[in-house]
């Protein structure tokens, strides 16, 4: 008690000479960590880092413009190019499916902290199989049955390329970042060896296919594709929050101590999630084949495997966010498109450095969502802040 | 006593986020003298020393040394004003000797010459009477040997004033003593000395004068000579509250646990546990005491199924002998097996027959509780899995040492760690989360648990409602077995004494409790019996309540003694 009043009573006389006390190494501001962020400022955040994003991108455009386009045609075009006429509308929902249907693929591995690399592997192997089924087996078998057969050897095959890696990881502990990585190339070069064995007219290209083609419901055959996955995302989204399953992978993967603590057979649970993961991943293979009947070549995955992980980060690993991550980056990509022949880049480079850079502001921006920015206040005044914390401390009290 | 100010704090105020750890905290350090601040885990203590150390930087106020103002911003300007820290955990290099270690980093202008650092070592040990060999690589070292090497290296930059960060917390009490008397030296020799701690005794030994702190204020500073250990809780608490534990009577004990022979040698060749042999009783709180790191946490891990054995067995004893099957231990399979075997009876003496019954019947009569055993159950647990244990119906309850990293999943609310030992339940393919929530609910309004809401990340909890929510969840299974690996580390004194009181609860209830603790006076105040651990092996089972603190001590150190002096001849 004593000391209190005596407090009180130098606090008038000590607050100039604090103030006068300023190392060289104050910074006039700190990084505080937000222990809490209320939904609507990280909604705001992203927002303005989008905006601004895409200013910036907006401006960039117009200063390399060949035609001397300005920055708002930037904009009209942007969204031309994603929603101009109902096939571009068709083909950004059919993207944001395919993307979605990647990222679904690697969200069980990742939120077992499984660093599934391997998606563009995976999808490929799907494509091959696919593929491969429709080109010996067309024509020798009913369509409907053909389909069948293209879908499980697609599964199958992205499984296959998802359990190898998982095996070595839950059996040897080997590191699955690379590994994963590696087999990639090693389904790239798969591919390769069966065009150069299969393919002798020359071309050096799988032709499109005649059987073993999906029915079509819409004139851009997308429908059916968009239907799937997005009812796919869904239904992940209720396997990883509500089932037994799901709640095994996010206790593996924030900890492997506990998992083996309350029982978890954590081997069990990599090569389980890890199926499911590489099975997603085929049939995404097979959609990209089936849907039209298209050319297989290595890179049919279009990096999906790749996209799907920033998709994945974006979102938080949360299925339903994906819906808007995917769809996102979709609609930059198609967009881009437009804005790239529209403002006369002959070539993708300035497409893909907008890109780049939206990306970049909405992925920096999490920073100002975990942390925040406080400024020291004046010389000379006691800041918010130092009474703030005071009144906090009275409150603790 | 006029002695001279050497330090002052003025108005320091340290926040990190919305965290203040120090508010406006102004205090004074004297010339030759020891002081203990003194405070509960979280209160700011380390804080305010690192910032005399040049760890952190206050956000607000001033330090003055020898009355001016000084700008402590790295470890190596406060060698500059002569003040060194030994800090909580050690930053030696292991693969370097202690004169190595103790030479590191420091620029003074002479030639690197090992002999004149290993004559200055020899003065320094003569000086405060400590012992220490030179040439001793730092792995080689126990934990006390790597402290010592600590404070020279802090003496040897010529510090006047040192901080020792929970010195004792690791040390057996023969070293304490030994620790206390070197600090005492120093004093005398005019240095002054600050010991972080929160362990009322050890400031009621040694220091002249406690500063206390709660809740990142500076409550006040008292001389040792006039204040008492109920006093300093109460400023540390900022309430009175009561220091004992009721220690009930043992009633009716029988033998639940039976650990024998156990071995295991870890990859690096370290036999970590060494033919351990105890039995855990019913009604019975056994301690096992120890030196930090002497194989506690593997038997434990052992017991519960987390650790693989290079030989022994753990036999769980089952008092089922006249009591009635229930489908709480076995499935129907398992009984219908077991009748076979002959092991049912019923209570008229019949043995039980049950070829030739249907599933209904059988059920209806372990249902009626008509089925009852021959024998008490007995079963081995070694090399069984957790879920192995948990299928043979043990109820084997573990509280590792580990809270977050272990016994809870940090990024998970409440009620999904709830459900860590509960979610396989039933047929489901989905989650059922409505019970978990109830437990939860129970969990946090039955033992206090400060939390916003049920949804909240444990980790974001402290450390103590953390510890609330995990012992509450494995008491909540109605052990048989309760094992808790240091329940009580890090946590402040109220939450302590809850925990002591829930285990002194379960044990009352007929739990073989297990406690694996650090204080030697909790542990002789809890425990029943004690079994001391050194090195992986047993050296003696006590009795609690007789046995005294030298004794458990010398026991902890048996082996160690003797190489110790071993060391010391080589030397000689």
């Known amino acids: 008690m004593k000391k209190k009043t005596a407090d009180r009573s130098t606090a008038p006389e000590q607050e100039p000479t604090q103030s006068g006390v300023k190392s060289r190494f104050e910074l006039p501001f700190h990084i505080v960590k937000r222990p809490h962020i209320a939904p609507w400022k990280k909604i705001l955040i992203y927002a303005i880092a989008l905006v601004g994003g895409m200013l910036l991108s907006s401006l960039i455009c117009a200063v390399f413009s060949k035609n001397g386009k300005n920055p708002l045609d930037f904009f009209g075009q942007l969204f031309n190019g994603s929603f101009g006429t109902p096939r571009k509308s068709w083909l950004l ?18 939120k077992m902290k499984f660093w599934n690399l391997g998606g563009n592997g995976q999808i490929l192997m799907g494509c091959l199989c696919a593929y491969s089924c429709s080109y010996w087996l067309g024509g020798k ?27 070595f990881k839950a059996v040897f502990g080997t590191n699955e970042t690379l590994f994963t990585l590696m087999m990639n190339y090693v389904a790239a070069g798969v591919v390769l060896y069966f065009r150069s064995a299969w393919i002798k007219n020359g071309s050096g290209q799988f032709p499109t296919l005649d059987h073993g083609i999906l029915p079509s419901l819409d004139k851009y055959s997308a429908a059916l594709t968009v239907f799937v996955f997005f009812v796919l995302t869904v239904l992940m989204f209720v396997y990883l929050r509500y089932s037994k399953h799901g709640y095994e992978i996010s206790v593996v993967g924030e900890s492997m101590n506990t998992a083996k603590y309350v029982g978890i057979d954590v081997k069990k649970v990599v090569i389980r999630t890890m199926i499911l993961s590489g099975a997603i991943a085929g049939m995404v293979g097979f959609f990209l084949i089936a849907r039209t009947g298209a050319g297989l070549s290595d890179t049919s995955p279009n990096n999906m495997g790749f996209t799907g992980i920033m998709t ?16 996102f980056i979709a609609f930059l990509t198609r967009g881009m498109t437009q804005v790239r022949t529209d403002f006369g880049f002959t070539n993708s480079s300035v497409a893909n450095i907008v890109i780049g850079l939206i990306y970049f502001c909405v992925i920096s921006c999490t920073f100002f969502v975990n942390y925040k920015i406080v400024f020291r206040g004046k010389s000379g005044e006691k800041t918010d802040l130092d009474r703030k914390l005071a009144n906090q401390v009275r409150g603790v009290k | 006593m006029a002695k001279e100010v050497l330090i002052e704090f003025q108005n320091i105020t340290k926040t990190f986020g919305a965290v203040v750890a120090n508010n406006n905290v102004s205090m004074q350090i004297f010339q030759g003298e020891i002081l203990s601040v003194l405070g509960e885990n979280g209160c700011g203590k380390t804080t305010l020393m690192n910032m005399l150390a040049g760890i952190y930087y206050p956000d607000g106020g001033k330090i003055l040394i020898r009355g001016k103002e000084a700008h402590i911003h790295s470890p190596k300007t406060a060698f500059s004003y002569r003040i060194g820290m030994i800090h909580q955990h050690f930053k030696l290099i292991d693969v370097f000797t202690a004169a190595e270690n103790v030479v590191l980093g420091v620029k003074n202008g002479s030639k690197y010459n090992l002999k004149d650092v290993k004559k200055r070592i020899g003065e320094m040990c003569d000086r405060y009477g400590f012992h220490i060999n030179p040439d001793k690589k730092i792995y080689e070292m126990s934990v006390s040997e790597k402290q010592t090497v600590e404070i020279i290296k802090v003496l040897y930059r010529g510090a006047d004033i040192l901080i020792l960060d929970e010195p004792t917390a690791v040390l057996t009490p023969q070293e304490i003593s030994k620790l206390f008397d070197v600090l005492r030296a120093m004093r005398n020799d005019g240095k002054s000395i600050i010991i972080i701690t929160h362990k009322l005794n050890e400031v009621m030994e040694i220091s002249d004068r406690v500063a206390v702190l709660r809740k990142g204020e500076h409550i006040g500073t008292v001389k040792t000579s006039e204040t008492s250990e109920q006093a300093l809780t109460e400023m540390m608490v900022g309430k009175k509250i009561t220091l004992n534990i009721d220690r009930t009577k043992v009633e009716n004990p029988a033998d639940r646990l039976f650990v024998n022979g156990l071995n295991y040698t870890n990859s690096e060749h370290v036999k970590v546990l060494d033919n351990i042999s105890f039995v855990a009783r019913s009604g019975e709180i056994l301690g096992i005491a120890g030196i930090a790191g002497s194989g506690q946490r593997e038997l434990l891990e052992a017991i519960a199924g987390l650790q693989p054995l290079d030989s022994g067995e753990i036999i769980f004893h089952r008092p089922k002998k006249d009591l009635p099957v229930s489908f709480y231990h076995k499935t129907l399979k398992q009984v219908i097996e077991l009748a076979a075997e002959g092991k049912f009876h019923y209570a008229d003496g019949t043995p039980v027959d049950l070829s030739g019954k249907s599933k209904k019947e059988i059920r209806r009569l372990v249902n009626e509780e008509k089925i009852l055993f021959n024998e008490d159950e007995i079963m081995n647990l070694r090399d069984k899995t957790p879920l192995q244990i948990r299928e043979l119906g043990v109820r084997l309850s573990f509280v590792p040492e580990d809270r977050l990293g272990m016994g809870l999943v940090g990024n998970m609310d409440i009620i999904d760690n709830m459900m860590l030992r509960s979610y396989r339940k039933g047929n489901s393919i989905l989650l059922n989360r409505k019970k978990p929530e109830n437990l939860a609910d129970q969990i946090v309004k039955g033992l206090e648990v400060v939390t916003p809401d049920l949804h909240t990340p444990v980790r974001r909890l402290s450390g103590g409602n953390v510890q609330k929510v995990l012992v509450g969840r494995e008491i909540s299974m109605a052990p048989k077995v309760l094992m808790a690996a240091y329940p009580v580390r890090g946590l402040d004194i109220n939450s302590s004494y809850l925990i002591y009181n829930l285990l002194n609860k379960q044990k009352e209830e007929g739990v073989a409790v297990i406690f694996v603790g650090e204080d030697l006076d909790v542990l002789m105040g809890l425990c029943d019996r004690i079994l001391v651990i050194n090195s992986g092996r047993v050296t003696g089972i006590v009795d609690a309540r007789t046995v005294t603190k030298e004794e458990v001590g ?6 160690d003694a003797g190489k110790e002096k071993r060391d010391e001849k080589e030397n000689g």
């Open chain 1, 93 to 110: 929902f059919l993207e944001t499916a395919l993307l979605l249907g990647a990222s679904i693929a690697l969200i069980p591995a990742f």
């Open chain 1, 141 to 167: 078998m009913p369509d409907g049955l053909l389909l069948l057969v293209m879908f499980a050897t697609s599964v199958a095959a992205g499984i296959l390329w998802a359990l190898i890696p998982a095996l």
């Open chain 1, 312 to 327: 994945s980060w974006l979102a938080g690993f949360n299925p339903l966010l994906m819906f808007l991550s995917c769809f």
């Open chain 2, 554 to 559: 010398l026991l902890m150190t048996k082996t």
